[in-house]
């Protein structure tokens, strides 16, 4: 089988950050060759809780109605937060939006506070889980499913659900799913992604995509079918000393740093070479500090060595 083509993409957290500055990064990844621009779905930010923080849809929507070519998606939204067959109509939507650049990435939610703060209950991590499941199935049936979806799950269904119109892409958006939960969200990976995102902090990768390997088999699924991308932390220096003072604040970023890489151009580009050989072929880059510098600099110096 032929290797899978290196893709780049941008993930930033939108904390502090106003949509015009969004944007911005947005169109600089655009003008870089990244294929894609990734936000997140939280309510604050842990860290910076009084700091301003855009709202997830809200954000990909302006920034799909104002790009060109660059694909946007969230890493992850969280299924708990919104009705199922409400985010199946706002996600086909968006693909129209932006003229079919939509990604869709699903999780199950992990930030207790903000759960409770906004009203919502915080069941146990099994509960979540089903409910992810439910969603997946519910979305997907409303994307292609006509005239109408019915589809009853552990905690939700739908009956008799038109949802017109389908997104543009066929059979519909890419859909990833981020987490490392060995017994079942690698399961649910299996079953239903296009795209596993691989969650910053993890302990073996090799484990990791074993185990996702027996899910597949054990769903009939292939893994080739599978599209492996991995969130990480770049810190990338014209030398040394540059590296060295932009890891000081970097490393600070846990659990991005605890997988993240740091070097040179060279250096940077030897660490992607190793993931690739384990079957990466997306790189979700989560630019340190200066992040207008640093996606520049990736994007001249280490993202033509794989194309």
């Known amino acids: 089988m032929a290797q899978a083509k290196t893709q780049f993409a941008i993930f930033l957290i939108q904390t502090g950050r106003s949509f015009e500055a969004m944007l911005e ?66 996600l086909a939507s968006l693909d129209h939006i932006g003229r079919g650049r939509l990604e869709i990435g699903l999780g199950a939610g992990w930030m207790r506070p903000e759960f409770i703060a906004y009203g919502y209950e915080f069941p146990p991590i099994g509960v979540r889980l089903k409910r992810l499941e439910d969603t997946l199935r519910i979305v997907k049936a409303l994307f292609s499913e006509e005239p109408a979806s019915t ?52 302990d073996d990768l090799d484990e990791l995509i074993a185990i996702l390997k027996q899910h597949c088999q054990s769903v009939g699924r292939d893994f080739g079918s599978l599209q492996l991308s991995e969130q990480l932390l770049v810190c990338i220096g014209r030398d040394q000393a540059e590296v060295a003072q932009r890891w000081q604040s970097a490393a600070r970023l846990r659990p991005f740093s605890l997988t993240g890489i740091k070097g040179t151009p060279g250096e940077i580009a030897a660490a992607l070479r190793a993931r690739i050989a384990k079957g990466i072929s997306m790189f979700t880059v989560i630019p340190a500090e200066p992040v207008a510098d640093t996606m520049k600099l990736f994007a001249e110096q280490v993202m033509p060595e794989f194309r």
Not at 151 to 160: L, P
Not at 164 to 193: C, E, S
């Open 151 to 202: 589809v009853t799950g552990h905690f939700h269904r739908v009956a008799e659900a038109y949802s017109f119109p389908k997104p543009l892409q066929k059979p519909h958006p890419p859909i990833t799913i981020g987490g490392n939960g060995k017994r079942v969200m690698l399961r649910i990976v299996a079953q239903y992604a296009d795209r596993w995102n691989i969650t910053a902090g993890y």
């Open 25 to 90: 990064a947005a169109r600089a990844s655009e003008q870089l060759g990244y294929h894609s621009l990734w936000v997140a779905d939280h309510m604050w930010n842990l860290a910076n809780p009084n700091s301003d923080y855009l709202e997830c849809l809200s954000l990909m929507t302006g920034l799909l109605a104002k790009t060109e070519r660059v694909r946007i998606g969230a890493l992850v939204i969280c299924s708990l937060y919104r009705n199922p067959a409400l985010l199946a109509k706002a």
